[in-house]
């Protein structure tokens, strides 16, 4: 049976987050290298400003639902957080709340189980992120071609100017590299309806060369994006720096001198 049958609290599963004393922060994913203290300010700023967020990866157990866990810490304060119940979902907080300071949160998009979202679904909760719902979610997918596919194609057939509802997409890495399981963000993505019928253009807002390699944020890119929510150039730079400071402040805090510094 459904764990949860409460829209305040997570709905079945909501990841391995459940069974440690406390989720892994932002901060210690910035101590593990799996992003960096200026990708984690950008990401902050949007999310801040109701950016749609989807972190995907292949593998399970890649970290998915601890990174996304990490950056419900971004949301808007006064966010009414509802935990998306799967292929259960009435849908019955629309009408009932306020979709401009309420954030969805799906635990994943995927066919695997029914307390994920999959079917008609995944349509009506985009349809609710393009009439001001903020949606935040992880997803099976290695590339953003796969993503997309994984929503264009069959059985689901969501359309390009729906999948666009989804502001950013996250895309996570993990391999082994003989000392473990190694995690990372590989790029972070926007998409936006193209000019031809049905086609969806990925703007890279930050990306890796390769494993393991700098992930750099493409300035221009950014700049594209933050613009789309409202922020002049200037604005969020200033913005981003402050909350590089902080986060990175936090950094130290967890992590005393001798570590390995951001």
């Not at 990866?57 to 990490?70: D, F, M, Q, V």
């Not at 950013?168 to 590989?186: E, I, P, T, Y």
């Not at 922020?231 to 001798?258: C, H, Q, W």
Request: proline share 8%; hydrophobic share 45%.
């Amino acid at each position: 049976m459904p764990r949860s049958r409460s829209y305040d609290e997570p709905f079945g599963w909501w990841g391995p987050v459940w069974s440690v004393p406390a989720p892994r922060s932002i901060h210690d994913l910035i101590a593990d290298g799996v992003l960096t203290a200026e990708c984690a300010a950008l990401l902050s700023v949007l999310i801040d400003r109701r950016a749609s967020v989807i972190v995907a990866a292949g593998p399970s157990g890649a970290g998915k639902t601890t990174l996304l866990t990490a950056l419900l810490d971004f949301l808007p304060a006064g966010t009414r957080r509802i935990y998306v119940r799967g292929c259960y979902e009435p849908f019955d907080f629309l009408g009932a709340t306020v979709p401009t300071s309420s954030a969805l949160l799906v635990n994943e998009l995927s066919p695997h189980l029914p307390i994920y979202l999959w079917g008609p679904g995944v349509r009506r909760t985009l349809q609710a992120a393009q009439s001001g719902y903020q949606l935040l979610a992880t997803a099976h997918a290695t590339s953003v071609d796969e993503f997309v596919y994984s929503l264009a194609g069959y059985p689901l057939r969501v359309p390009a100017e729906e999948i666009a509802a989804i502001d950013l997409l996250v895309l996570l890495d993990a391999w082994l590299d003989g000392k473990g399981v190694r995690r990372d963000v590989h790029a972070i993505l926007s998409l936006k309806v193209g000019a031809e019928p049905g086609s969806l253009l990925p703007l890279a807002l930050a990306k890796r060369a390769h494993r393991g390699a700098p992930l750099i944020i493409d300035t221009g890119a950014s700049r594209e994006i933050v613009s789309r929510f409202g922020m002049d150039s200037a604005g969020a730079t200033e913005e981003i720096d402050r909350r590089v400071s902080v986060l990175r402040r936090g950094f130290n805090e967890k992590n005393p001198p001798s570590s390995t510094p951001v």
